[in-house]
């Protein structure tokens, strides 16, 4: 007959479902562990390399973690049982006087049983663990117990893998963000209602110099709008978008305008329009790409104009091949497969007029600032 969940594991399950947070994650398994089997601590560590996770967190006293990491039975666990998704400790070891795990953890703190849960991905990497603790009054773990805690196993791993999925995409935006503020190039991007949504360092310059012309070269703190022929342009994207959803008819849709200024030589800026992918808005999108003067390097800077075009992927392996990486390190940092690094890079090289790796690293030179 199957086990079924303690009836108190329920709030706490509710809690997990909500929790968008590493702490909120903690809590939430903290008392997901308390409510379905007694426990003297709980262990969370998420992502691992090897065992050594970035996020830790734990009722136990403070300890030497690296030590803990070291001589931990986890690690007979992941080499041993690849892809077990719960695991009772006593299983892997037998503590006793003069084992050194025993002697430095679990008889200073208390403890002599564990069991886990654990997470893999899907490459087979192990990527972090739940753990309930218990004296030796308490007791090991029976298979019952063990039991309950696969029930519980999909519902925490589902939350695991939302977490680490957010973390991901938060990490790629702030490094997104920091990259397009870094740019030598400048950047401006406006909502469908010609809201100017962003403007990177260089654009917020770049636009005080459209309106008044290259003599007022200040310390500018901040742009006060998009300028008037520039919004224009929006607006006929936007009339010939609206034109081509009334009619169905996208095959003669203008997508992008270039426009001139008069008051400084050689100064341009592109406005795109930019559709959304499906189910992300209702509305595309307006991105202006300004062209300054030619300098001796505007190679660079109309290079840099079509850095911004490159999708979130490729701008990761772009700024990874740059820092001279190669691309098996590539693939090994950003879980890809090397096909896939090699195509992106092709797709980079193309998008961008190159054709070598050296030629890439001036272009991202302006991330490093």
């Known amino acids: 007959m199957s086990p079924t969940p303690r009836p108190e594991v329920a709030p706490a399950l509710v809690a997990l479902q909500r929790a968008i947070t590493p702490e909120e994650v903690w809590l939430a398994t903290q008392a997901l562990l308390r409510a379905a089997t007694p426990s003297h601590y709980e262990l969370i560590g998420l992502p691992s390399l090897g065992i050594m996770p970035f996020f830790l967190r734990t009722t136990m006293p403070t300890r030497d973690i690296g030590r803990f990491g070291q001589l931990a039975p986890l690690n007979a666990v992941i080499a041993t049982k690849p892809g077990l998704i719960v695991a009772r400790m006593s299983d892997f070891y037998t503590a006793a006087p003069g084992d050194p795990f025993f002697e430095e953890f679990l008889k200073p703190d208390g403890w002599l049983y564990a069991a886990a849960l654990l997470f893999w991905a ?218 896939t690094v090699r195509t992106h890079l092709r797709n980079i090289f193309r998008k961008l007029g190159i054709t070598t790796r050296s030629r890439l690293a001036p272009l991202v030179h302006g991330l490093k600032r």
């Open 122 to 339: 899907d490459d087979g990497r192990f990527i972090g663990q739940l753990a309930t603790l218990r004296s030796a009054e308490q007791g090991d773990f029976t298979d019952a117990e063990l039991a309950g805690l696969r029930l519980l196993h999909p519902q925490v791993n589902a939350a695991v893998v939302r977490l680490l999925t957010q973390e991901n995409a938060a990490g790629t935006q702030v490094t997104l963000e920091h990259s397009l503020h870094a740019l030598p190039l400048p950047i401006a991007i406006v909502t469908w209602d010609l809201t100017l949504s962003f403007t990177n360092r260089a654009a917020t310059e770049t636009i005080h110099r459209w309106r008044h012309g290259a003599a007022t070269a200040r310390a500018i703190k901040a742009a006060p709008g998009l300028p008037g022929n520039l919004t224009a342009a929006c607006v006929t994207l936007k009339d010939a978008w609206n034109s081509a959803v009334t009619t169905h008819d996208f095959s003669r849709l203008k997508r992008s305008i270039t426009l001139m200024n008069s008051l400084t030589d050689g100064l341009s800026a592109t406005i795109r329009l930019v559709e959304s992918p499906a189910g992300r808005t209702l509305h595309p999108s307006f991105v202006i790409h300004f062209e300054l003067p030619r300098t001796p390097e505007a190679e660079v800077s109309r290079a840099l104009g079509q850095f911004a075009l490159l999708t979130p992927g490729e701008r990761a392996i772009a700024i990874l091949a740059a820092e001279g990486h190669d691309n098996a390190a590539i693939a090994r940092q950003l879980n890809r497969s090397l096909s």
